[in-house]
């Protein structure tokens, strides 16, 4: 199923381009990756997209700018506004009037800084470790970002230094296939070194209680780069929040648990 994919660019403000690979009919839900080298929306959600498609949902997966096959500009600063607005330019001009939004780390915090930014855009909210509810010097103590910037930024950046970054999301490193890795290290060689080296992120959970709408997330015990405690910010804040802990698991629930991740969200969503 995953061969039917369609992929449109498209033009956005500023000049950059944003890749978008669609699949499915039905309401919109909207898949959004994570940072990291070689990050791209189809790598990120491989295991996930046909269950989906087969629930009765139209599959979108939008390369953020700077990472898959969307622009990936040198000079600039990697904004969370600049990721929520590039992507929700796009998402428009592909007609998305309306969404489910499904996050995974800085997809976590794009997702809701833009149901922050459009109120009535963003119908519910899956999670998995989201980013943005902690100051970013927090995140970048967290032993698995400390090692991905120090191997990403060295000039020398090699297939080895990919396939232990991308192990270093999961617990299990059995689950990362060389599939994966060549398909990310063939991304991360075009990625600028500022993707990283200048992202800014703020913290979003002093408004954490704006989100009204049905929300679930998914977090990982051994997440080594999002500290688990952030579960606890949007159950204390969120008016309608639901937060599943998974032991043994990383930072990549929708992997490493993939079948029950795919089950649960998708009875949450039909619910």
């Known amino acids: 199923m995953l061969s039917e994919m369609r992929r449109t660019t498209y033009n956005v403000e500023g000049g950059y381009e944003i890749s978008i690979a669609e699949i499915g009919a039905g309401p919109t839900i909207v898949f959004l990756h994570g940072s990291g080298p070689g990050a791209s929306g189809a790598s990120n959600f491989r295991l ?17 700018i700077g990472y898959g096959a969307s622009s990936k ?31 995974n780390s800085l997809g976590g915090g794009v997702a809701m800084q833009m149901a922050l930014d459009h109120p009535g855009f963003v ?20 032993p698995g970002i400390a090692k991905m910037m120090g191997d990403f930024t060295s000039p020398d950046f090699t297939e ?25 290290y063939a991304v991360a060689r075009t990625q600028s070194k500022d993707v990283l080296a200048r992202m800014k992120t703020p913290n979003l959970a002093p408004r954490l209680g704006e989100l009204t709408m049905p929300i679930l997330g998914f977090w990982g015990l051994q997440d080594d780069f999002c500290p688990v405690s952030g579960a606890q910010r949007f159950l204390d804040a969120c008016p309608d929040a639901r937060f599943m802990t998974f ?21 949450f969503l039909n619910g």
């Open 123 to 142: 119908t519910r909210l899956v999670m998995m470790a989201p980013g943005c509810v902690e100051e970013l010097p927090v995140y970048f103590a967290m």
């Open 48 to 64: 996930n997209i046909d269950t989906f498609v087969a629930a009765g949902y139209r599959v979108l997966l939008p390369d953020l």
């Open 247 to 267: 032991n043994k698991v990383g930072h990549w629930v929708q992997v490493e648990r993939a079948a029950e991740f795919n089950r649960y969200a998708i009875a």
């Open 160 to 184: 080895a230094d990919q396939r232990r970054l991308v192990s270093n999301l999961v617990y299990d490193p059995s689950v990362i296939s060389d599939a994966l890795v060549s398909e990310r």
């Open 73 to 103: 500009p040198s000079g600039i600063d990697y904004t969370l506004q600049l990721f929520t607005d590039t992507v929700y330019e796009a998402l428009t001009a592909a007609n998305v009037e309306s969404a489910i939004l499904v996050g």
